[in-house]
């Protein structure tokens, strides 16, 4: 009972501390921003958690899926749904994000299992380099299709959100940003409630652990992990929904940096916990955003690099160590 | 076992000694204060169910695992035990630097050129630290037991030290051949480097000449005699743990650690192995650490024989001793012998 | 097994390959004179001939021969250690900027190219081992990870100091090579292509030297099995450390020739596409089997320099309907990257395998003593 205590506690004390450090240092229009790109982070690096969790892979490709989901949520909204500008029809907006919302998640997902089948589970018992190598052609594959596709040119995405802002606090955020944050908290529960209520969450929970004794249970293991690469996948779209949105342009190689941030968020909170890539997402995102503040823009993806190196040195296992892979 | 009074003169004829040895993963505690010792010369076995710990313990002493208590001896060096301010190492690199670096900063205001070279002295004493600490010097670790850091000698530095060690399932480097797995044996005890090798000198030659002929004399030993081209991979199944052995023999230990050396061998092959072991000590005067099921090999030529059980040493004797203990009785076989 | 052996290979041929196998150097240094005297030669054989004129030929092998050279020292690091290094380029770019300084009207220096290359070599190294020594000790897949964003960020120091680098512009006018009072020029690529060759060569020596002693022993066992090699008394930080080392400093020198040869150098030229075009060469050509890296550079290279342009002009000279109108140039990254994924997959071991070659060339080296393997003796 205490160690449950404890694993809920001790993450939302980092998490609270954090974002209070966050919100003194940066006032509330750049802590909303802050907020909302952490949200993308925290997607993105749950799947490289759940992934290497389950399969011990650094899924490189794994920023890219977020890239194409950007782009697949582009399409349904510009090509399928004919959008162009914003809908003030607050029940039509609300409809029409989750219709995009949802069919993005889905088409994403199904791709991340299919890349899992024919790119991973053939190489599942060679040596490690081999999918390491595979993931990285991935990669470059899902980036050179897209750019064939759309062009090598950032592309524009419908601004279906109204742009209109609130005043808070101090300051003014954009209904965008807390239908962003809310959204992606939201979807951040429910894996949790998945991962730890349901019997498939038991079964990637017990596949993680020990692959060979979950199989002798009974575990489908090639089916678990074909469900984690979905979820994993889905999560990637979700936030390439939200980049679309947000920014309003997107590029094929967006993939790249925003994956490399978002492994970096992974590892800070412990690679392996889904608690803690969320919890990662949200300070790799401050970290970015308060160089910019300082005018330091151009250095944020360094600072982030350094970042990462100091964690991989000092505490490898992220702040909340590990609770999904703990292997000796 | 372990009386508490040991001072360095009792040590002396001591290859290992353990003194209570726990390590724990997260709540479980696999070893619970194992003591340890071993003589030279003495064959010493570790027994006990499946589980009871012996790999764990096995572990900690080849230096793979930090244990969370207790100390390993190794010809009365300490050279594992939990580490001690292990955060102040990395200090130890930055800080040079940057109290060379602002030091070069201050100066930049009476000259640019001097406060530059300053600076670029911090970032080489930065790279000299991270080189040391990879390396390992003694006046690195010397730096270190001053400020008082310990940190237990990694595996390389056990074989260092003089432990051998084979494995459960056999990890032989399955795609190099026989010679080429006991060469790697005996890394350490080659001298050329990298600029040898570059340059091809007489001595690097010299060297990789005189190890081929070694390392067929350590194959001659464990009976593989001729058969170094072979890929390991290929080789049987006892060949295989022969090989490692050889292997193991090559780095020139004192103690040779042996998982389970007569795993899933058929009895003639049990015979040849325990045949080899005897040999080893008569005439290298080696000792020996094993893990072994079978009570044949055990009770055949153990000197001592320790048992565990959950993680506990339940007893400790001679194999005669330990083979009427009546808790070795009741844990280990779960009923009496008939 | 002697009838097994002749099997093989008739007897002159083994003969021949047991006494190179005996000077293995003095066998390298010949076979890249034959090559090189070769090269020129078959480009002026009728197809090669209509694609491009001679010269522009052996400046395009010079130009292969740095990417030649980039294979090779990321072979040690990824075939031969088996350590993942996605930031290779990196150390490319360490080795460029490091003669642009040395020798242009920039900094006002001018030290010549000889022992510059020394120079970027080392330079290179340090960096490398500046960036190893933290990180060597985690698990592959974090120094994948890790290299990956060094060979981004480094780049992206050089774009945004533009202090020191003159930023996106780059910098430019740098000093061509110079050998006892010859120099070299833009209109004469000769030079440079025998230059490369002779760097080739040494380099080749040199490795081959490395693999086949006690270090390169020992990575070819860390590859194995890390846990194994430490138990073996192997110091694995330090020998994951050396290739590191030496794999940059490979590329250090690559980048100290290009510059001399490009005479300009901009932070542009160092994405991850170079990572990742020398990754490719390395994992085709073959992991651990440095000729067969060396093949896979050329080829790879060649292909993307040449022969995607003919191919382009080839289809649309005859108006072939759907692929006139594909710019092959356009979709190289998106062949390489089926190609490594392909490779994994169906062989793993690259086009010129190299696992069996040496134990090969044992095995069929007259004097040993022929013991049959007992898989054969036994007639399995």
Redesign the interface.
């Known amino acids: 009972m205490t160690t449950d205590v404890r694993r809920v506690a001790r993450p939302l004390a980092i998490g609270v501390i954090a974002l209070l450090v966050e919100y003194k240092l940066l006032g509330t229009q750049q802590f909303a921003n802050a907020l909302t790109l952490g949200a993308i982070y925290a997607l993105i690096a749950l799947g490289y958690t759940m992934v290497y969790g389950i399969v011990e892979l650094i899924n490189f490709a794994h920023g890219d899926i977020f890239m194409v989901g950007s782009f697949l949520a582009m399409w349904i909204m510009s090509t399928v749904l004919g959008l162009s500008g914003p809908v003030t029809n607050l029940l039509n907006l609300i409809g029409l994000l989750a219709l995009v919302m949802f069919a993005t998640m889905l088409g994403m997902g199904l791709i991340g299992m299919f890349i899992e089948r024919f790119a991973y589970r053939p190489l599942r018992h060679a040596p490690r380099l081999a999918p390491l190598i595979t993931a990285i052609g991935v990669s470059f594959i899902l980036q050179n299709i897209i750019a064939s596709l759309f062009g090598p040119s950032p592309v524009s995405v419908p601004q279906i959100v109204p742009l209109d802002k609130f005043a808070i606090l101090d300051g003014r955020i954009g209904y965008l940003n807390v239908f962003m944050v809310v959204l992606a908290v939201v979807l951040m529960i429910a894996l949790q409630l998945f991962v730890g209520r349901t019997r498939l969450g038991r079964a990637m929970r017990s596949t993680a652990q020990d692959r060979e004794a979950a199989e002798l249970m009974g575990v489908d293991i090639n089916q678990t992990i074909a469900i984690t690469f979905f979820i994993a996948a889905a999560l990637a779209g979700a936030g390439g929904v939200i980049q679309g949105l947000y920014f309003g342009s997107i590029k094929f190689d967006l993939g790249f940096f925003v994956g490399l941030k978002a492994f970096t968020a992974a590892v800070l909170g412990g690679i392996g916990n889904t608690t803690g890539a969320a919890i990662g997402g949200f300070i790799i995102a401050f970290v970015e955003v308060y160089a910019t503040v300082l005018g330091y823009t151009q250095w944020s993806e360094v600072a982030v690099f350094t970042v990462l190196i100091l964690v991989l040195v000092f505490r490898p296992s992220g702040l909340l160590g590990q609770q999904l892979g703990e292997r000796a | 076992m372990t009386a508490a009074v040991a001072g360095p003169t009792t040590d002396g004829d001591l290859v290992l000694r353990a003194r209570k040895v726990t390590k724990a993963f997260g709540g479980l505690i696999a070893v619970k204060e194992v003591d340890l010792q071993i003589a030279r010369g003495a064959i010493v076995s570790l027994i006990g169910p499946n589980g009871a710990g012996k790999t764990t313990f096995f572990n900690v002493i080849a230096g793979i695992l930090d244990p969370t208590s207790g100390v390993v001896e190794l010809g009365g060096r300490q050279m594992v035990a939990r580490p001690v301010r292990a955060w102040l190492e990395p200090v130890t690199w930055i800080l040079p630097s940057i109290v060379i670096s602002g030091l070069g900063v201050l100066t930049y205001q009476a000259s640019p050129t001097v406060g530059d070279l300053i600076v670029l002295g911090g970032l080489f004493s930065l790279i000299a630290m991270l080189l040391a600490a990879i390396v390992r010097p003694i006046w690195y670790q010397t730096m270190l037991r001053r400020i008082g850091v310990f940190k237990s000698a990694r595996p390389n530095e056990m074989v260092k030290a003089g432990i051998g060690r084979t494995f459960q399932n056999i990890r032989l480097f399955s795609n190099m051949t026989a010679l080429e797995n006991v060469q790697v044996g005996m890394h350490l005890k080659m001298k050329s480097n990298a600029a040898d090798a570059l340059l091809s000198t007489p001595r690097a030659r010299a060297e990789e000449t005189e190890s081929v002929v070694r390392a067929e004399h350590y194959l001659e030993i464990v009976g593989l005699k001729g058969r170094g081209d072979e890929v390991a991979r290929n080789l049987p199944y006892g060949d295989q743990r022969r090989l490692e052995v050889a292997r193991a023999l090559a780095s020139g230990p004192v103690l040779v650690l042996l998982d389970e050396p007569t795993a899933g061998m058929n009895p003639r092959e049990t015979r040849e192995m325990t045949e080899l072991i005897s040999r080893l000590r008569q005439d290298l005067g080696l000792s020996f650490l094993l893990i072994e099921h079978d009570m044949k090999v055990v009770m055949g030529i153990s000197d001592r024989v320790t048992v565990l059980d959950h993680g506990e040493c339940i007893a400790e004797g001679t194999p005669d001793q330990v083979r009427q203990n009546p808790r070795v009785i009741e844990a280990y076989l779960g009923k009496p012998p008939e | 097994m002697t009838a097994i052996a002749n099997r093989r290979a008739p007897a002159p041929w083994r003969r021949l390959r047991a006494r190179a196998a005996d000077h293995r150097?003095v066998t390298i240094l010949a076979s890249w004179v034959i090559v090189a005297s070769v090269l020129p030669l078959i480009v002026l054989l009728p197809p090669l001939s209509t694609f491009q004129p001679e010269s522009l030929w052996i400046d395009g092998f010079a130009n292969a021969g740095v990417f030649i050279l980039l294979a090779m020292g990321l072979n040690v690091v990824?075939g031969l250690a088996?350590l993942?290094d996605?930031g290779y380029a990196a150390f490319f770019a360490i080795g460029s900027y490091a003669y642009a300084f040395g020798a242009s009207p920039f900094t006002n220096l001018q030290i010549p190219f000889w022992p510059m290359l020394l120079v970027g070599a080392v330079v290179a190294a340090?960096l490398g081992?500046?960036l190893g020594?933290?990180?060597?000790r985690?698990r592959?897949?974090?120094l994948?990870?890790?290299t990956?964003?060094?060979g981004?960020?480094v780049p992206?120091?050089f774009?945004?100091a533009s202090a020191f680098t003159l930023g996106t512009n780059g910098i430019g006018g740098i000093y061509k090579p110079e050998l006892f009072g010859f120099k070299f020029t833009l209109e004469n690529p000769v030079p440079y292509y025998v230059a490369m060759v002779g760097i080739l060569a040494v380099t080749m020596v040199?490795l081959y030297?490395?693999q086949?002693?006690?270090?390169?022993?020992?990575w070819?066992?860390i590859r194995?099995?890390e846990?194994?090699?430490?138990?073996?008394?192997?110091?694995?930080?330090?020998a994951k450390?050396?290739a590191f080392a030496?794999g940059a400093s490979t590329a250090g020198l690559a980048g100290v020739f290009a510059t001399s040869k490009l005479t300009f150098v901009g932070p542009g030229q160092f994405g991850?596409q170079v990572s990742?075009t020398v990754?490719a060469m390395v994992?085709l050509g073959g992991?651990g089997n440095i000729w067969g890296v060396a093949a896979g550079a050329f080829v790879i290279y060649t292909i993307q320099a040449v022969l995607l342009k003919e191919l382009n002009q080839f289809f649309a000279a005859l108006h072939v309907p759907i692929l006139q109108s594909i710019d092959f140039v356009?979709?190289q990254?998106?062949l390489?990257?089926?190609?490594?994924?392909a490779m994994?997959?169906l062989r793993?071991e690259g086009l010129f395998p190299s696992?069996r070659r040496r134990?090969e060339l044992?095995?069929t080296t007259d004097d040993?003593?022929d013991?049959p393997?007992?898989?054969e003796a036994l007639g399995a």
Request: proline letters at 5%; aromatic letters at 8%.
């Open positions: 150097s990824v088996g993942l996605l340090t081992i500046l020594a933290p990180t060597l985690l592959g897949d974090y994948a990870i890790v990956l964003g060094f981004e960020i992206a120091v774009l945004n040199l030297r490395l086949g002693s006690r270090l390169g022993r020992a070819m066992a194995e099995d846990l194994a090699a430490a138990s073996s008394g192997i110091n694995t930080i330090t450390l050396l030496l991850f990742f990754l994992v992991m356009q979709y990254y998106l390489y990257g089926i190609a490594l994924v994994m997959l793993p696992s134990r044992h095995a040993v003593a013991v393997p007992p898989t």
